[in-house]
């Protein structure tokens, strides 16, 4: 049984950029959240696909997007890049079926 | 607004000896709570949850108590070992499902000297 992956697991971009992360869920897992974690602070949820369709979305502003495959991984997209966005992205799996959360690594995005 | 309050940045601790790691929270809407463990450059691990028709959990080494009226839980770990030293993050959630958003509290850093 494999886990949560993540790619890259660090990344550097200028402000004003977009940028791609990837998330490939646990195997039997349909479900994929994201998480933003910055310096000092808790995870703070972006939003959940489920199903390929968004199932919720926390207080991030549109230029957070997101897409979930039919394989069920997952993409995380922010545009326009700010300084506040460099943070650890976490993105975690999880089954109706099975329950709990499992999480990836993580991808630690730093805007300069 | 913070929902999910863990206001002890850190906490030390004798190897053997109890640790009590104490979380807070304002949404009466919680009835699901958990508590992860972070090693650097790792994601959140779960270690042990509690209901809130509940209000104590074991698991091992691990216990946690839910006070409901108070809105307080904590875990409890004993006896504590160096391998324990992590941050650990207490979450919250207003219901069950296995896809249930989770709000998390700023974690406290355990240290477990030998």
């Known amino acids: 049984e494999t886990g949560v992956t993540q790619s890259p697991t660090h990344l550097i971009k200028t402000r004003g950029q977009q940028v791609t992360l990837r998330c490939s869920s646990q195997?039997?897992?349909?479900?994929v959240s994201w998480y933003q974690q910055a310096l000092g602070q808790g995870p703070q949820f972006i939003f959940q696909?489920?199903?390929?369709?968004?199932?919720g979305r926390g207080n991030f502003p549109p230029r957070f997007s997101g897409l979930q495959f039919p394989n069920y991984s997952s993409e995380l997209n922010v545009n326009a890049l700010e300084l506040d966005d460099s943070a650890l992205y976490l993105c975690?799996?999880?089954?109706?079926?099975?329950?709990?959360?499992?999480f990836g690594s993580g991808t630690r995005l730093t805007v300069v | 607004d913070q929902q999910v309050k863990q206001n002890s940045p850190s906490l030390s601790v004798q190897e053997g000896r109890i640790s009590i790691l104490n979380c807070d929270y304002t949404?009466?809407?919680?009835?699901?709570f958990l508590w992860y463990k972070k090693y650097p450059a790792e994601g959140p691990t779960f270690l042990i949850s509690i209901s809130s028709i509940k209000d104590k959990n074991e698991d091992g080494r691990f216990t946690v108590f839910l006070n409901k009226s108070a809105k307080h839980l904590s875990l409890h770990i004993v006896p504590s070992q160096p391998g324990d030293s992590a941050v650990y993050f207490c979450a919250a959630s207003a219901y069950t499902g296995a896809n249930s958003k989770l709000t998390f509290g700023k974690g406290i850093t355990l240290s477990v000297r030998p």
């Open positions: 975690a799996s999880s089954s109706p079926r099975v329950g709990g959360y499992t």
């Open positions: 949404n009466s809407m919680f009835d699901y």
């Open positions: 696909y489920y199903r390929e369709e968004e199932n």
């Open positions: 195997s039997g897992h349909n479900t």
